[in-house]
């Protein structure tokens, strides 16, 4: 316990940090994607929801880490072959991209699933009242589906938060990587990964509870109708 | 750009590691089943401390990164000598069994909450005609509960099962080479690491795929007709 009110336990402190920023930017990227996937699986063109289609398919088959290393790797072989000079792809950017990636596939689906269920009449009443499509599904169908997509949107961003930690095989000192360095450097791996999982459980927690507090909120506009 | 000749060439180095792979998803998927019902029990228990328990288990295995459980058992067990002077040390010192002993415990958490809410929905009406019929507690459990809860938990479960395949992954952050091992490995040596890795993740689509495909036909196998 002394071991982690040393320098050390600050060391784990920073990289929950870098952890936390990381699934920010994951969820932004992941939630850009997410919308774009759904709109994609509910268009009227059938290459589009194909794209859609192979979007969720792809990153379900795939494992994580993979996606992480071929993101990492094919980036840094992008960008040099952009930039004409040897460039390397940042961990965190790379790692970044990669779970907002993988986010949005399921992010996608959890969208698609949202809209389909507010129902046909709110489309109807829309063009009634003489919105545009465009108008008509962000003024009246995405506010409805945003609250039925909230508890599944929100359980995917706590697994999100926890596959943070498969950043750390390429080298981004986040908190699992913080811990391993850590570990390293006290020879008490079991105490330095207890408080790393200690750490990873405040967290959850506390995005469960901001999970159930935003789901109260968006049930409580909507208390008195729909 | 990606370079097709390097991927196809590749595949030769990583089908070692797909033996590997499916042993360790087979042997995960077991344990993790097998510890999964006393966690669904328990987390139903009519005793309080039974259900806590359960709960809290719950709580820590799918509150905590699977990475660092595997840490934890791989890297973490061996400080206390009490550990490293045990009988069980060869297995503990093994990454192989670390990592089927980490992942079935978190597999089980996840798969026990699962069953829990599959046996909580079987309907009280038929648990309590079976018992009206003079079945015992027992035989209820086996002819009525159970499989009627596997029926109703299956779906969630075979994604359960992909997620599985995909977390061995995890295997090749403690020296194992699985597929993703043997790719990390095949990357240093080719200076390829783009392709290599695009030919590890065609590997796991294929076995995910097909796995997932099996699942269906045993879905459709179990569903009762009229239902759904």
């Known amino acids: 316990m002394t071991l982690l009110a040393s320098g050390y336990g600050l060391q784990l402190l920073w990289g929950a940090l870098v952890t936390v920023s990381l699934t920010l930017c994951a969820l932004a990227i992941g939630t850009v994607l997410g919308i774009a996937g759904a709109s994609a699986k509910l268009s009227r063109h059938r290459a589009l929801r194909a794209v ?43 790692g970044a991209t990669a779970l907002g990636f993988v986010f949005g596939a399921y992010a996608s689906e959890i969208f698609r699933g949202a809209i389909g269920k507010v129902p046909k009449g709110q489309h109807e009443a829309g063009h009634v009242l003489g919105l545009s499509t465009v108008a008509a599904f962000l003024l009246i169908i995405l506010p409805q589906a945003w609250r039925l997509a909230l508890p599944a949107f929100g359980n995917q961003s706590l697994i999100l938060l926890k596959q943070t930690s498969l950043v750390s095989v390429i080298g981004l000192e986040e908190l699992a990587r913080a811990a391993s360095v850590v570990s390293g450097a006290t020879r008490e791996p079991f105490t330095v990964f207890a408080g790393a999982a200690a750490i990873y459980l405040v967290l959850t927690a506390t995005g469960t509870l901001l999970l159930h507090h935003a789901e109260a909120r968006s049930a409580r506009k909507y208390a008195g109708g729909a | 750009m990606l370079d097709l000749g390097i991927i196809r060439s590749v595949f030769p180095d990583l089908l070692g590691g797909v033996v590997l792979s499916i042993k360790l998803s087979l042997l995960i998927l077991l344990f993790g089943l097998l510890l999964a019902l006393p966690v669904a029990f328990a987390r139903n228990a009519t005793s309080p401390a039974l259900s806590r328990a359960s709960k809290l288990y719950i709580l ?166 009229g239902q759904h």
Do not use: H
């Open chain 2, 60 to 225: 820590f295995f799918r509150g905590v990164p699977a990475i660092i459980q595997v840490f934890l058992v791989y890297y973490g067990l061996g400080q206390f000598p009490a550990v490293r002077s045990s009988i069980l040390w060869p297995v503990l010192r093994d990454p192989f069994w670390c990592l089927i002993i980490a992942l079935s415990l978190n597999g089980s958490a996840y798969t026990g909450e699962l069953l829990a809410g599959a046996m909580r929905a079987v309907p009280r009406g038929l648990v309590e005609a079976a018992r009206a019929l003079g079945l015992s507690r027992a035989r209820t459990l086996q002819t009525v509960v159970v499989p009627l809860a596997v029926r109703a938990a299956l779906p969630a479960y075979s994604n359960e099962v992909i997620l599985t395949v995909k977390a061995t992954s995890l295997a090749s952050t403690i020296t194992l080479l699985d597929v993703t091992g043997a790719a990390r490995l095949a990357a240093s040596q080719t200076y390829a690491p783009y392709e290599v890795f695009i030919a590890a993740g065609i590997i796991y689509f294929v076995l995910t795929y097909s796995l997932s495909y099996g699942l269906r036909q045993l879905e459709n196998a179990l569903a009762v007709e």
């Open chain 1, 52 to 94: 859609g289609g192979c979007y969720t398919a792809v990153v379900r088959g795939i494992p994580d880490l993979i996606i992480i290393y071929i993101l990492y790797f094919g980036g840094t072989i992008a960008l040099t072959k952009l930039a004409g000079r040897y460039v390397e792809v940042s961990e965190f950017a790379a």
